[in-house]
């Protein structure tokens, strides 16, 4: 299963939404995505963003500070299979989002 692509975050106002690239698949393909903050950690999941069929995911919710760091990363499920995560870069709200 190939991983998702093109994984970028877009942020206008504090909507931050995730956005990725997959190639068609013939069977369907689900994805789940996780956010990790610099203060915590480690990575979980976004409630809203697991076994969707989209490819966009609104992280609004999940970013803890303006100027914390954070990463994001996304993987698809076919059937039984699983691709390897796709990653952001380092996402900071105050260097990257638009006001």
């Known amino acids: 299963v190939p991983s998702p692509t093109q994984i970028e975050v877009k942020s206008e106002n504090f909507n931050t939404t995730l956005h990725w690239e997959y ?6 393909t689900r994805f789940i995505v ?3 903050s610099y203060n915590s950690g480690s990575y ?6 697991v076994n969707i069929s989209a490819r966009f995911c ?9 100027s914390d760091p ?3 990363r996304v993987k698809a499920v076919t059937g039984s299979q699983q ?5 952001t870069d380092e996402v900071l709200l ?6």
């Open 34 to 36: 996780e956010i990790k």
């Open 70 to 72: 954070h990463w994001i």
């Open 58 to 66: 609104d992280i609004s919710g999940e970013i803890d500070g303006f």
């Open 83 to 87: 691709s390897e995560y796709g990653v």
């Open 23 to 28: 190639p068609p698949v013939s069977e369907t």
């Open 94 to 99: 105050r260097k990257h989002g638009k006001f």
């Open 44 to 49: 979980k999941h976004v409630s809203t963003c």
